[in-house]
């Protein structure tokens, strides 16, 4: 703000000086160790070092006793910690069930795959035991973990695609109207009036969609499937209507008012002047909003956790039962054993989401700085 | 006779009586903002109309202790202490970090500089992130990693499970851009004749602050926690595995206990229930109390921030 410490500043100012500035690195150790904790529990994973199969190979006792220890403790997957509270005679017992383990195991083609492999995760797979349509399953549970992403993104996409073709259209037009068109007056109150709507929690959304729009959508359209794409799809719309509209309204704001005079001036019409002068030269603020909206979309949970019917399927039908990341690991985490394969896979989607997400802000943050930036005329 | 139809109409504005595009384009734009006014309008009148027959004091102080699917003796007073008291701790974590971040911003920060600009990237990626990333970080950094190292050598887990205390602590990471959004702007709100009227009797700048500068901008850090409150009473999926509980006969004793939820209930109710007709009742009546909760909270952040702009403009 412009007034500077003097050059004679007591030690106690130059602490508080210090203190105030290391407080303030919060946020940046916070993003920081978001990605890192989240990444931790599921780089095991991501390196190829889980394995998720029903039998595991297994070796016998003599060559188990022949390995280096570091060998050991990758062989009975175990951490190094763990690995230290163990005395020989423990680690002879886990080996020895694992070599009955693997005498027992299912003599299927299926039951050796380690199924945390990547080409696991994303490429297509015959599994013995599903039809020979579903070459993409996520199935955590059973015999065989099958873990495939490919259904859980395409029901992210799909909900977040309803969502910004519900959204995107009624925000904009709103912002324009707000910003541009509405007197002065009405537009004190709409603006606080639709920002509103962000202060209706999610899973209040979620309710919504669920008990009162499924019911009422499906007398309308007359689907199968109550709970599908299209309704947790609108229901989640409601949800970033407030995002996209307080951003574009933010960019078509900031567009100078002399502008608008200006084209006003030369015989244009408000709405001239609206559609032909602000929007363009507010362009890529609407743009930063639908990319700030895609990304609240995809990151929401308890709306598509509760309206998306929650069925793992590969569809292309907006109208059939869907499950998103999200939806996935708010229901599923309770249920996995701590550090499994499987509970490491829900922080591996969680962690692909925020490396999603945090590219999406970016890209709308840096967008939207630099059209203000040109808008106040700082640009070079 | 009949030159004056065959006169070119005349150009300049207000010529034409009618103009047709100029009714069409303001009258689609305003009808879309009426629209979602409409759906606002509409969630909030559903459920104030079927929770309302509910909505009872006894079932605001009632407890779930009977039967909590029991439309006549289901009663939502843990849930309400509950989320009153996450929201509260987490206040305790959010405000001071928030405002002093906030301090640092507008009273310290070189505006141009790399960490100002960094800090600024991250408090607004950190309002960005997924809620349910959150959850996750939160089970994995305050539960696994802190919580087990304060656990070392213990055979039962005190702290390493999931609690109030870390429910809180993870809600306070999500809520902290608004709390620092909030109190900047009111920071930013004060004249700086303020301040340098401060200097100039001889004050120095840490004076000028805690004794100028955050009593004036007392309001805009009202707003903050009001609104981070407001948000974090909400939401349930950063709270799903790190604190909330499905059912407790007990009410939270201590930092490290688990708690019942008043939106983690919605959730419960509304997919959980044996009888979902027969719950309808319950399910809107609790709905209402949280729409309450929130809408409430809002509304005073709405005014208050309503008062510090309005101050603003006047002030410059």
């Known amino acids: 703000m412009g007034i500077h410490r003097g050059h004679k500043a007591r030690p106690v100012e130059w602490l508080a000086e210090k203190f105030i500035f290391l407080v303030s690195l919060t946020a940046i150790l916070m993003v920081f160790l978001i990605f890192v904790f989240v990444a931790r529990e599921a780089l095991p994973l991501a390196l190829g070092q889980m394995n998720s199969a029903a039998a595991r190979p297994a070796i016998s006792m003599e060559e188990f006793a022949k390995l280096k220890p570091a060998e050991q403790q990758l062989y009975l997957e175990l951490t190094p910690a763990e690995f230290k509270r163990m005395d020989k005679e423990a680690l002879d017992s886990l080996a020895e069930v694992r070599l009955e383990e693997a005498k027992e195991a299912p003599k299927d083609k299926d039951a050796t795959v380690n199924t945390t492999e990547w080409r696991y995760l994303l490429g297509e797979h015959q599994w013995s035991d599903s039809s020979p349509l579903d070459r993409y399953v996520w199935q955590p549970i059973g015999r065989i973990h099958k873990y495939n992403l490919v259904p859980l993104i395409i029901g992210s996409l799909k909900t977040t695609l309803v969502a910004l073709l519900f959204s995107v259209p009624l925000a904009l037009a709103a912002a324009i109207y707000v910003s541009q068109l509405a007197p002065p007056t009405l537009k004190e109150w709409l603006k606080p009036a639709i920002e509103m709507l962000s202060a209706v929690p999610s899973v209040v959304l979620g309710f919504f969609g669920l008990i009162i729009l499924a019911s009422f959508l499906q007398g309308v359209f007359g689907y199968q499937s109550r709970l599908n794409a299209f309704v947790a799809g609108i229901a989640l719309g409601l949800a970033v209507i407030p995002v996209v509209f307080s951003i574009a309204e933010d960019a078509l704001t900031s567009v100078p008012r002399s502008y608008t005079q200006a084209a006003l001036a030369l015989g244009a019409s408000k709405w001239q002047a609206a559609w032909q002068i602000v929007l363009p030269a507010a362009a890529p603020g609407v743009f930063a909003a639908v990319v700030l909206g895609f990304g609240r979309a995809i990151g929401e949970t308890m709306v598509v956790l509760m309206a998306s019917g929650n069925a793992s399927i590969i569809s292309m039908s907006l109208f059939d039962s869907t499950r998103s990341i999200t939806a996935t690991i708010a229901a599923e985490l309770a249920e996995a054993v701590f550090g499994g394969h499987h509970y490491r896979i829900l922080f591996l989607i969680g962690a692909l989401l925020f490396i999603v997400t945090f590219l999406t802000n970016l890209a709308g943050d840096l967008i939207m700085h630099r059209l203000k930036d040109r808008l106040e005329g700082k640009a070079k | ?316």
């Open chain 2, 1 to 316: 006779m009949n030159s004056a139809s065959s006169k070119p109409a005349p150009l300049g504005f207000r010529s034409r009586g009618f103009d047709f595009a100029s009714f069409a384009f303001t009258g689609i734009t305003g009808l879309a903002t009426l629209f979602i006014l409409l759906i606002l309008g509409i969630i909030l009148a559903n459920i104030a109309w079927h929770g309302w027959g509910t909505f009872s004091w006894r079932f605001l102080t009632g407890s779930a202790d009977q039967d909590m699917f029991d439309v006549n003796k289901a009663g939502v007073l843990p849930m309400l202490i509950g989320t009153t008291l996450r929201v509260m701790l987490m206040t305790l974590f959010v405000v001071p970090i928030g405002v002093i971040t906030a301090v640092y911003l507008t009273e310290y920060a070189n505006s141009t500089a790399l960490t100002t600009r960094i800090i600024r990237g991250a408090v607004n990626n950190l309002a960005g992130v997924p809620s349910i990333v959150f959850g996750l970080f939160g089970l994995g950094f305050f539960i696994s990693f802190i919580g087990g190292a304060l656990d070392a050598g213990a055979t039962e887990p005190h702290w390493g499970k999931p609690a109030i205390l870390w429910a809180s602590l993870t809600l306070a990471v999500m809520t902290l851009p608004l709390v620092i959004v909030a109190t900047e702007e009111s920071l930013r709100a004060i004249t700086p004749g303020l301040r340098e009227a401060s200097l100039a009797l001889g004050a120095t700048k840490l004076e000028t602050i805690l004794k100028i500068v955050l009593p004036e901008a007392l309001p805009g850090i009202l707003t903050g926690g009001i609104l981070a409150v407001g948000r974090a009473g909400g939401e349930v999926a950063p709270i799903l595995f790190t604190g909330a509980a499905y059912y407790m006969r007990d009410l939270p004793k201590g930092p490290t206990d688990q708690f019942m939820d008043l939106g983690y209930h919605v959730f419960i109710l509304s997919t959980q229930s044996p009888d979902i007709e027969k719950t309808r009742p319950i399910l809107f009546a609790t709905v209402l109390a949280l729409l309450l909760l929130t809408l409430s909270l809002n509304l005073v952040a709405v005014i208050v921030r309503a008062r510090v702009r309005k101050k603003m403009r006047a002030g410059h």
